[in-house]
C-alpha cells in the first residue's frame, strides 16, 4: 500500500501540484481580493469556497494531465528515465486510465460548479478544452515540433488566467466581461504573469526537449533539436532567454523609476542572476543531466517569479 501511494504521487507530479496551488493562492489573495477592495469597495466576484473548489479543479486536471503523458510516453521514458518510471512499475497501465478520467471528471464537476455559482459558462468551456489539449498533446502533439511546447506554455499560463476570467463577471454567455474599476489592475497581472509563466515554461519545454532527445528519437519524435539540431536549438533557447531578460530589465527599470526599490533588488538577485547562469552553462552544456540541471534551474526563475506577487501587492494594490 505504501508503495502504491508512493508511486501515485510520483505519478501525478506532487510538487507541481504544490506550485500550481500557491500560484492560485498568491494571485487571489494577493492581488484579486486587494484589488476589488481598493477599487471597488466589495468582495471579488469570484468568493473564496468556489476559488477553492477552483483551486482544487486545477489540481486535478492537472494530475489527470501528467498520468495521461506518463501512459503515452511509457516506451520512451524507458529510454530517457528508466530510473523514474511509474507506470508498469509503481501502477498499472489499467490503474492509471482509470485514475486519468476519474481525476479530469471530478475536476470539471468542480468546475461546472463554480460556473455556475459564477454564471460563467466560460469557465467550463475552457477548462473542458484544457482537458482535451492535455489528452491530444500527449497522443499527437508532444512529438511534433514547437506545437506541445506552445500547447504546454499556453496551459502554464492558464493557471493564472482562469483566476481572472473566473472572477470576471460577463455578459452575453461570456462574450463581454462587465467593466469594473478593478478589472484594469486584474488584467494588468493576469497578463504579465500569465505571459510571464508562458515564456518560462516556453525555455524550459524546449530545453527538456534537448534532455529527452535520445528516447524522443527512437520513438520517431520530431521536436525542435531533431528537426533542426542542438545549436540551432540552443540558439532559440538563448533568444528566449534574452527577451526575458529585456522584459525583466524594463520592470526593474520602470520600479526604480517609480522608487519601488524592493522589485529591482530582487528582480536582479533571484531572477536575472539565475537567467545569465542559464545562458552560460546552457553554451557548454552536452549530455542528457546537463540539460536535466538547466530544467531545474529554470524551474526556480518561474518560482521566484510568481513568489514576486508579495512585492505586487505591496507597492501596486
Given at each position: 500500500m505504501?508503495?502504491?501511494?508512493?508511486?501515485?504521487?510520483?505519478?501525478?507530479?506532487a510538487p507541481n501540484l504544490v506550485f500550481i496551488i500557491v500560484t492560485q493562492v498568491l494571485f487571489y489573495f494577493l492581488i484579486v481580493i486587494p484589488a476589488h477592495q481598493q477599487h471597488d469597495n466589495e468582495p471579488p466576484h469570484l468568493n473564496t469556497a468556489s476559488f477553492f473548489l477552483?483551486?482544487?479543479?486545477?489540481?486535478?486536471?492537472?494530475?489527470?494531465?501528467?498520468?495521461?503523458?506518463?501512459?503515452?510516453?511509457?516506451?520512451?521514458?524507458?529510454?530517457?528515465?528508466?530510473?523514474?518510471?511509474?507506470?508498469?512499475?509503481?501502477?498499472?497501465?489499467?490503474?492509471?486510465?482509470?485514475w486519468h478520467f476519474l481525476l479530469s471528471g471530478m475536476g470539471l464537476m468542480m468546475t461546472a460548479y463554480v460556473s455556475a455559482e459564477t454564471k460563467n459558462g466560460l469557465l467550463l468551456l475552457a477548462n473542458g478544452a484544457t482537458v482535451i489539449l492535455l489528452w491530444v498533446y500527449s497522443t499527437t502533439y508532444k512529438k511534433k515540433i514547437l506545437s506541445g511546447?506552445?500547447?504546454?506554455?499556453?496551459?502554464?499560463?492558464?493557471v493564472v488566467g482562469v483566476i481572472f476570467v473566473a472572477d470576471t463577471e460577463w455578459r452575453y454567455n461570456g462574450l463581454l466581461p462587465i467593466r469594473k474599476k478593478?478589472?484594469?489592475?486584474?488584467?494588468?497581472?493576469?497578463?504579465?504573469?500569465?505571459?510571464?509563466?508562458?515564456?518560462?515554461?516556453?525555455?524550459?519545454?524546449?530545453?527538456?526537449?534537448?534532455?529527452?532527445?535520445?528516447?524522443?528519437?527512437r520513438y520517431g519524435c520530431t521536436t525542435v533539436p531533431i528537426a533542426w539540431g542542438v545549436f540551432t536549438t540552443k540558439v532559440i533557447v538563448a533568444v528566449l532567454l534574452a527577451v526575458l531578460t529585456i522584459l525583466l530589465v524594463?520592470?526593474?527599470?520602470?520600479?526604480?523609476i517609480s522608487g519601488w526599490f524592493a522589485i529591482p533588488i530582487y528582480g536582479f538577485l533571484l531572477m536575472l542572476i539565475p537567467v545569465f547562469k542559464v545562458g552560460n552553462r546552457l553554451k557548454s552544456a552536452q549530455t542528457a543531466s546537463d540539460f536535466g540541471a538547466l530544467s531545474r534551474s529554470i524551474k526556480f526563475i518561474m518560482l521566484w517569479g510568481i513568489l514576486s506577487m508579495v512585492l505586487y501587492n505591496y507597492y501596486l494594490v
Open positions: 505504501n508503495n502504491l501511494l508512493i508511486g501515485f504521487f510520483r505519478l501525478i507530479r477552483l483551486v482544487g479543479a486545477s489540481v486535478l486536471i492537472a494530475a489527470a494531465g501528467y498520468i495521461i503523458n506518463d501512459y503515452f510516453d511509457l516506451n520512451i521514458d524507458r529510454v530517457n528515465k528508466p530510473d523514474q518510471l511509474v507506470i508498469g512499475q509503481w501502477v498499472s497501465r489499467r490503474w492509471a486510465m482509470v511546447n506552445v500547447i504546454i506554455s499556453l496551459l502554464t499560463a492558464w478593478s478589472m484594469v489592475d486584474l488584467y494588468t497581472a493576469a497578463v504579465f504573469y500569465a505571459g510571464f509563466a508562458f515564456l518560462v515554461s516556453m525555455i524550459r519545454e524546449i530545453v527538456k526537449d534537448l534532455e529527452d532527445q535520445e528516447g524522443d528519437r524594463l520592470v526593474c527599470l520602470y520600479s526604480l
